[in-house]
């Protein structure tokens, strides 16, 4: 009988332990209630609870309408929430239409159940008047240049409401800004102008740099022949001085030469004086000294014509009698 009871309660218990395994895929958890208040949360893995106290509860409100998960389990990957079209009215009184993508994830499962009901229709409607909010401070332009800027703005306007639900805003994207048809043919027109504006621009700059370029040329051009003429004329100058150099140590050669022969003759006279007592040769070089100078200064008048005597034994007779007049007065 004793072992019949032993039997019975180790049964029971294995029962009651059987009752109160609970098995969790990966990313996905429970939430588990005890006594109709919460009491933890179950996570991937084998978890066990206790039967007829604990009960998992119905999560089916914190998943998506189209989620395929069981009513007791709740979706912890990260989920993506595509936001239709909606209208914004600009700063600037410009309607365009705004498509939005939300990527969220429940990080705290038992928030997202206990703080909110419906917590993908909250962020949906978060998340469309954020988008008029943000868009309604900024001009066209601004929200037409900055969607990386528009992006960061949304998701921490998301991440900060959602974070008591115990969800994580990861990522918010506009896909698409559409302002209104005529505004986009304007938008055209002005892009159109503006590329042609450029090209213009640039073939200005193109021919400015190229006659910048050809000026610089003209410029290094002229220095160069100048400063080829400048060391042509230094070479010029060089030879110049150079020739005259030679022309005046010849000059000086020829009348170092003349000096010499000179000297050699007054040499020869001054021999020949001394050996006949130097009267007769001496009267006979200053007679020729005389007819050359005469000669010369003849030449140079203007007369072309000059006679010379001829009788020269009439002058060498004068010549004796100056001779013996000399030696007379010796």
Not at 198 to 213: D, F, P, S, W, Y
Not at 253 to 278: K, P, Y
Not at 294 to 312: D, Q
Request: aromatic share 4%; glycine share 6%.
């Amino acid at each position: 009988m004793i072992y019949a009871v032993i039997g019975a309660g180790i049964l029971l218990v294995v029962i009651l332990v059987a009752m109160g395994l609970r098995q969790i895929p990966q990313a996905q958890s429970a939430i588990v209630q005890r006594l109709g208040r919460y009491h933890k949360t179950l996570h991937p893995g084998l978890n066990l609870i206790v039967p007829f106290l604990d009960t998992v509860v119905n999560v089916s409100n914190v998943n998506r309408p189209d989620s395929e998960l069981a009513a007791r389990r709740v979706d912890m990957k990260e989920q993506v929430l595509d936001v239709p079209k909606q209208e914004v009215i600009t700063k600037d009184n410009v309607l365009i239409e705004v498509d939005t993508v939300v990527f969220y994830q429940v990080t705290e499962p038992h928030k997202a159940f206990y703080e909110i009901a419906r917590p993908v229709d909250a962020i949906f409607q978060i998340c469309k008047t954020t988008v008029r909010s943000v868009f309604g401070e900024m001009d066209l332009d601004t929200a037409l240049a900055s969607r990386e800027l528009v992006n960061a703005r949304l998701r921490s306007v998301l991440d900060e409401v959602t974070d008591k639900w115990g969800i994580k805003v990861l990522r918010v994207e506009i896909q698409d800004i559409l302002p209104p048809e005529d505004l986009v043919n304007v938008m055209k027109l002005q892009m159109k102008a503006e590329r042609e504006r450029r090209v213009v621009v640039t073939a200005a700059e193109g021919e400015k740099q190229a006659k910048i370029l050809e000026a610089e040329g003209q410029k290094a051009a002229q220095v160069l022949r100048a400063t080829a003429e400048k060391e042509a004329m230094i070479l010029r100058a060089g030879g110049e001085r150079q020739r005259r150099l030679l022309e005046a140590e010849g000059e000086a050669a020829a009348i170092r030469q003349v000096q010499e022969a000179t000297a050699r003759g007054l040499e020869a006279v001054r021999s020949v004086l001394e050996s006949d007592h130097g009267t007769s040769a001496v009267l006979t070089l200053q007679t020729l000294k005389t007819q050359e100078t005469v000669a010369r200064e003849l030449a140079s008048g203007p007369s072309s014509k000059f006679y010379l005597p001829t009788n020269l034994a009439g002058l060498y007779g004068a010549i004796d009698s100056v001779k013996e007049m000399l030696k007379a007065q010796d």
